[in-house]
Each structure stands twice: as C-alpha cells, then as structure tokens.
C-alpha cells in the first residue's frame, strides 16, 4: 500500500445501505477521469464488487511478486476475495479472531487519505453509522464526508407501473389515459421518500458530528440495474439521469475538498 499515492475508504458501519454501489460507481467515475485506480473490495463473507464491476468468473493470478489484480480498463484494476471463490454460491466461513484479525490489521496499517461514509436516511441507520463516525475519530481516520444514498426515489414517470387491487396491472390503461388527457406527465420525474428521514436524515448528523455532507444519490432502478450489470452508471447518464448527475456532484466535492487540501490527485 506505500506505493498507493491516495487511500480512501468506504464504510457504513450499517449493512445494506450501498458501499458496495458508491466503491464500484466511484470506481469507474475516477478511472473515466484518467486516475489510476485500485478497488479494495474487503468484504469477506458477501463480496458483491465482482458482479458490480462485470468481473464474475474471473480468476487473480499469483506470481513471484504475489497477486495480480484483476483490470476492467488499464487503469482500474481490483482485487477481492470473490475472486479466489470456486463458485459465485461458495460460503467463505471465516470467524472470530482470523476475519477481525484481517480487518484490523487493514484499518491500522494503511495510511489513509481519509474515509467516505455512506448511509441511508432513516434513524436506524444513522444509528449504526455515529458509531462508525466516532470510531473513524478515535483511531485517527480523517472523515472527507457522508453519502446519503437511496435518498428518495427518482423514477421517470414512463417507467412507473400502475396496478389495482382487482385488476392487477393497468399500466397500459394509465398509460393511454395520460397521453390523451395530460402528456405533459410523460417528461416528469416521479419521486417518492422511502425512508423516514423526518429527524434531517444524513445533513443533520453532519452538523452534530462536524463532519462533511458530500450529497445525497436518489434510490434509482436504473443505477440498480447497472449495478446489477456490471457496468458504469455514466457510460448512459441519459438513462441514469438522477443517480449519474447525483453521483458527479458528489465526486466533485469530493476531489474538490482533496485539492484544497494541497493534495494532488
């Protein structure tokens, strides 16, 4: 890791909340800013970043000088324990003192640039993820800010499905009845708030904790879809419109807030 100019780390603290989404997002959205990248994927016992990254069935190679990473592009290469698997169904049963041992000695011995932390809105999550927080202060790990993700969902009024509770699907009806009596509704977004976020969500924890709010990505069937692929959300930011632009803004904070730090990147 010496020979790794920049570190940065995702964490929650909180299962289920995205960082397997953001790392693989942010992956492809530095590498297509010509940055030499490298994805750590840490996760021992669920490790999703090969499927997120269209790498499924592929095998790291070990040479003389140790592993070698597994490249999407020449400059994005990435390493996880997915890919020493022998099926994608494989259990990896690492307990107790051998997996907490591995994460430890990952967090104490890496000079980190700093952490992102991703949340989800709802108070059970930002529960969890204080404590992340905190530990990221105690050990010294410098906090570059906090995502919110799934913040609400953002979805194209085209791709909305409309059901009753006697007839099922009436898409096609609700569809037609629209064109012909509002088509104006057909260009516009439709948003919905999944979570609770009445306490102020990930902002408000923010200004309690004294910590950067990098933004909030919306909970968008598209970036899931990519996800799900394999692939960039902006390789089609037309069709990942609400995630794509989300996700820019954030990742400009972010390199912004490591400039002004006379970091260069």
């Not at 997002?25 to 990254?53: N, T």
């Not at 529960?127 to 906090?146: A, N, P, Q, T």
């Not at 709010?213 to 899931?224: E, M, Y």
Request: charged share 25%; net charge neutral; aromatic share 6%.
């Amino acid at each position: 890791m010496t020979t790794v100019k920049h570190k940065i780390l995702i964490l929650s603290g909180k299962g289920g909340v995205g960082k397997s989404t953001f790392s693989a997002q942010l992956s492809f959205a530095l590498a297509g800013l010509d940055h030499q990248v490298g994805l750590l994927d840490i996760d021992i016992c669920g490790p999703s970043i090969p499927k997120m990254l269209g790498l499924e069935g592929q095998d790291i190679h070990q040479s003389n000088v140790g592993w070698s990473p597994i490249y999407v592009e020449s400059n994005l290469g990435v390493m996880s324990i997915g890919f020493m698997l022998p099926h994608p169904d494989e259990a990896v049963i690492w307990r107790g003192p051998r997996k907490n041992g591995l994460i430890k000695k990952f967090l104490k011995d890496v000079d980190w640039d700093g952490a992102i932390v991703v949340t989800t809105p709802q108070e059970v999550s930002l529960i969890d993820v204080r404590k992340e927080i905190s530990f990221c202060k105690k050990v010294g790990i410098r906090v570059l800010g906090v995502v919110e993700n799934m913040s609400g969902l953002r979805q194209p009024f085209m791709d909305l499905k409309f059901v009753t509770s006697t007839e099922g699907d009436v898409t096609e009806w609700a569809m037609k009845y629209v064109k012909e009596k509002a088509p104006e509704l057909l260009s516009m977004v439709a948003c919905s708030e999944v979570f609770d976020s009445s306490r102020g969500g990930a902002t408000r924890m923010c200004l309690d904790m004294g910590v950067p709010f990098l933004g909030k990505i919306p909970l968008d069937p598209q970036l899931c879809r990519a996800a799900e692929e394999g692939s960039s959300c902006f390789s089609d930011e037309q069709k990942c419109r609400a995630s794509a632009s989300a996700l820019r803004k954030i990742i400009e904070k972010l390199l912004s807030i490591i400039r002004n730090d006379s970091v260069s990147v």
